[in-house]
């Protein structure tokens, strides 16, 4: 007697749509971090082009305060320092989770990795802007 | 103990008799301590014996009965009912793998993965009996431990949008054993892994989503093994760029 096997197909697996980032909040955290890249670069290369240029050219200064006082300018700083600090805050949280450091027997919680690099961004953000108060 | 009832919503699968997948609803009764599994169990057992979905030890040890549970990967062995009061409660199988039947996924791609990173202790020589154990300290099983808890449900797979979106992706699982072999005193094996590890579907696809992390039963940090595994890699590169083997593979051989 032959008893005769029925291979039935299977649902195949499905590869996740452009959408997927917005299935649950982790991911669209993570999608609105990896975002904020964009600003990140976006300012830092302007802020390149616009220190070259001076540099070049020590003339241009005024028409330099034009640009960066202009509306235009303003919000897109305003928009890229709200990214930026959120960039920040979650890759400190990430390094606390990425290398936790061990006291004891205890790790240390991410947090402490988070609230030890603000206070460094803070310590480090007020020292420059003391030497460029102090270098005016 | 006080019983209520629950309706639950489960995918079905049943290619004998409908190509199509569709959703079914049953009505539970359950009371505090009753989990989906539990739940799954009276419908196949009381209402409807062509339900499929795998489980084992009902107790969280043996990683089988996985699923999407609102969404979300889960144990259904260790999901309680009452925590959807009020709420709707729908059943799936785990994302991200082919449905054979119902809640039932077919895992092999999982398996071939496991088997290539090669989950044991590789030794460059074995040590005669006689000679006694590989003694390891505290310190360095702790290097490790909480990556040897993993129990293959795979639910971590289910939750990396990396996997689902490229099913090539070594993954979570597969990494942090890779990682907990790696990472122990006793194994000489991280020349045979690493090229698994580094390789283009390696560890380096990973972006720090992190949700495999989120969603083991077990706290094993997925997410952290495979940064741990990049940090090695990272440290080796300069090493293995300057070996002779790579020097060979990469100058010009002379009138060849
Ligand atoms: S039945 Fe074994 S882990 Fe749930």
Redesign the interface.
Known sequence: MSTKKTHYPEIPRKNLGPGWWLANRHYTVYMIRELTSFFVTAFSLIYIYQVYRLASNPGTYSQYLDTVRSPAMISFSIVALGFTLFHSVTWFYLIGKIQPIKIGRKKTSPLLALGINTVFLVIISFAVLQLFIVGK | METDTATIRVAR?R??KS?K?YFQEYKVPYRKDTVVLDALNQVKAEQDGTLAYRWSCRMGVCGSCGANVN??PKLTCATFLHEFKGKSLTIEPL???????DLVV?IDDFMEKLLKVKPWIIRDKQSPPEEGEYKQSGKELDRYAQFSSCINCLLCYAAC?IY??N?DFLGPAATALAYRYIADSRDQGKKARFPIVHDLEGVWEC?????CS?VCPKGVDP??AI??TKILGAMEAPKTMLSPETLKAILPRGGE
């Open positions: 699968y290619p004998e190509e997948p969404g979300v994302a991200n793998f082919p449905v054979i039947k077919n949008p689902g979106l099913e972006t720090l989503i992190g949700e989120v997410m952290l940064q741990k």
